[in-house]
């Protein structure tokens, strides 16, 4: 019979962003857990979780555990037993350790000989008693990016754990937890409902959430304040500003969501908006109100986790915070704009990029350079360019940056607008963080970008030229995400650029020797070739295409990406898999570095002439079609070849004894693989039945 299991960890206040991670986390260990236990789940198994309590529900589990029969392969046969075939003392603790008798002992042949093996029989026990000793272990196993211990515990979780519901069938599964003992009560809100109460079951649970002030999923909690913070917004006019980061950390940050709406005074208003928004969100977790047309009122929505008897005393609490962050905001901004942003650049000199890479001035002068030679492949204007980038990076000196980092570039265009800079430069500071993550807007203006892509490659190649470069999980510096910003500014807006020349610049800038600057050089290269080919192959582009196409070259990523489209497509062609398959058999003949040219005197047999025939006619059309990107045109015509190529190897002998014969059809051969090479390396194309490499 399947039962219905039940459990909740009640804790401390959880952080925010632990908790969508350990709901995930619940559900997958509990299944785990489970498959090791034999115990069969006919039902859902679900998660849901507030700040202080995970909970864990299993509709439907076998009250007992499946029976085992498993064959456990001991010693040797001639360690097991003596010549006289008596168990020895290899075979009689083998038997004890399975709980066998020594007689039922077998001898199996395997690959590496005579082996003893034991038939284990284990009946499957209650669930109830397996949980009782599974969940300890269950419930610490549960990761967290950061735990604690608390008073004398020996354990470890995210907050100290106060108190452990678990129900089975509805009996209580006792266990315990370093001290701390599982029943079968939970708790309600910690100020509005703070007693206990019984929970027989999810459903019993379930229906005592609500008169205690608990909502235990958090989509529903989502919900609900999508909702009242709409509804409040719409009630002074307004509307949210869209935020669903914001939403996403609300939610864990309260068990009962509950609405305030609050004022300021419109004086602050005369600030850049930003700043007040970066102020209430990062600060004081609010949402702000704007009008139809997107600019700030005066006033925000926060959501209190307790619904006091008079919420206006939790209102004007919250005003007040505010107003104190807000009046601070207000200093730091008009103290900023005394001082014209060009007048801060020399302050960069006191600032450092990093211990071996200099002073954040000096990754300026290196940034406008780079800058300058990007302007007129982007299309920008190189004036512009420049004296954005020797802008760029003076807002981090300012107060309003100092305060909210996330403001970089913001602040920067504001205060390079106020003071009078080409608006175009302005634009083009603000700008040139972005994107700032996967998903974010990219610069609008191609100053922006040639400012972008230098700060980053400068990053990128400064940090390899030190040795800081990413490994395993770890990327201090960001220089993947930083990488994959630059390709994707450059497939988003069709740029051809030269990868190649682009690092060969921000080398320069370094100073390097000769085999310094050679290694970085090629490291900097291949680290960008790994990005593009995860950034193709996350498009859904076949990982041994992408593999084939960007090893022979990606130096213009633009150009890659369609020749890894034409080769993919083509992948699904009759023509495919045979003409790959006679390209790799070629490859496999034609000695490395052969060199030699077809003597059409020498062909004498009727395959060799079709196929030299038919090679000559599109060999400078596979070139012009290469040479002016029409990859699908070039594999057309090579797929061509699949006819004379076919017959050439069903008639022919390719090492012929007569060496002259020989090395004109490898030189033909050779021909063929070299047309094919310049867009892809066929060796690493898979076939069907060939061992998968990505």
């Known amino acids: 019979m399947a039962k219905e299991f039940f459990l909740e960890i009640g804790t401390e206040e959880i952080p925010s962003r632990f908790i969508p991670p350990a709901l995930e986390n619940l559900k997958q260990l509990f299944a785990g857990l489970l498959a090791g236990g034999r115990v069969a789940s006919t039902g859902e198994i679900k998660a849901y979780g507030t700040p202080r309590r995970l909970i864990l529900v299993a509709t439907a589990l076998d009250e007992r555990q499946a029976d085992l029969s498993k064959e456990v392969v001991g010693p040797p046969k001639k360690i097991a037993f003596g010549p006289d075939g008596a168990p020895a003392k290899a075979a009689q603790v083998f038997a004890e350790k399975n709980k066998v008798p020594v007689e039922s002992l077998a001898v199996k042949t395997t690959d590496k000989g005579e082996y003893v093996v034991a038939k284990v029989e284990e009946k499957g026990g209650d669930t109830s008693a397996w949980l009782a000793q ?387 050089n090629a490291d900097v290269l291949d680290f960008l070739r790994q990005r593009q080919a995860g950034m193709l192959t996350t498009e859904g582009l076949r990982s041994d295409v992408v593999d084939a196409a960007l090893s022979v070259s990606f130096d213009d990523p633009l150009v890659a990406k369609e020749k890894v489209k034409a080769l993919d497509g083509w992948r699904t062609s009759e023509d495919y898999q045979p003409l790959v398959t006679a390209l790799k058999r070629a490859g496999n003949i034609v000695p490395k570095n052969f060199a030699g040219a077809v003597a059409e005197s020498i062909l004498r047999e009727n395959a060799e002439k079709e196929l030299f025939a038919a090679f000559s006619r599109i060999q400078g059309q596979v070139k012009d079609k290469t040479g002016s990107l029409d990859f699908r045109g070039a594999l057309a015509d090579i797929a061509s070849l699949r006819k004379p190529v076919d017959a050439f190897f069903d008639t022919l002998m390719v090492m012929d004894k007569d060496e002259a014969v020989k090395n004109n059809r490898l030189a033909l051969l050779a021909g063929i693989t070299g047309l094919f090479s310049a867009i892809a390396d066929f060796s690493r194309l898979e076939l069907s039945g060939e061992k998968s490499k990505g």
């Open 134 to 520: 599974a969940l300890p272990g269950f419930i610490l196993s549960i990761p967290f990016p950061k735990s604690m211990r608390w008073m004398d515990k020996d354990i470890r979780f995210a907050r100290p754990i106060h108190w452990i519901a678990a129900v089975f069938g509805g009996e209580t599964v006792s266990f315990d937890l370093n001290g701390i003992k599982s029943g079968n009560l939970s708790r309600g809100h910690r100020f509005m409902s703070p007693g206990a109460f019984l929970v027989k079951d999810f459903k019993s649970f379930q229906l005592q959430c609500e008169p205690n002030y608990i909502v235990i999923d958090p989509e529903v909690r989502r919900s609900r304040i999508v909702k009242q913070v709409a509804e409040l917004a719409l009630s002074v006019n307004g509307k949210v500003l869209e935020d669903s980061g914001l939403v996403d950390e609300v939610i864990n940050l309260v068990e009962y969501p509950v609405p305030v709406l609050g004022s300021f005074n419109k004086e602050f208003l005369r600030v850049p908006k930003e700043v007040l928004i970066t102020a209430m969100r990062e600060h004081q977790r609010y949402f702000s109100v704007v009008d139809n047309r997107g600019e700030l009122l005066p006033y925000f929505i926060t959501i209190s986790n307790t619904k006091a008897e008079d919420m206006e005393v939790v209102r004007a609490g919250n005003e007040r915070v505010l107003a104190a962050r807000m009046s601070d905001a207000a200093y730091f901004y008009d103290h900023d704009i005394t001082v014209k942003l060009a007048d801060r650049v020399e302050g960069l000199k006191k600032v450092t990029f990093q211990e071996k890479l200099g002073s954040v001035h000096d990754k300026v002068e290196r940034v406008r350079k780079l800058a300058v030679s990007l302007a007129g492949i982007l299309g920008a204007d190189a004036k512009a360019a420049e004296r954005a980038a020797y802008l760029c990076k003076a807002d981090l000196i300012t107060g309003v940056v100092g305060e909210f980092p996330k403001l970089q570039g913001v602040m920067g265009g504001r205060y390079a607008a106020l003071s009078g800079e080409d608006p175009r430069a302005a634009q083009a500071i603000e700008e040139h963080y972005l994107p700032r993550f996967a998903g974010d807007v990219l610069p609008k203006s191609p100053e922006g970008m040639a400012v972008g892509i230098a700060d980053r490659i400068d990053t990128i190649t400064g940090c390899f030229s030190v040795g800081l470069v990413p490994s395993g999980s770890e990327d201090p510096y960001g220089l993947r995400r930083q990488s994959i910003a630059i390709l994707t500014m450059l497939f988003d807006r069709g740029v051809h650029l030269s990868l190649a020349s682009l690092v060969a610049e921000a080398c320069r800038g370094f100073n390097l020797a000769a085999d310094a600057s050679k290694k970085v």
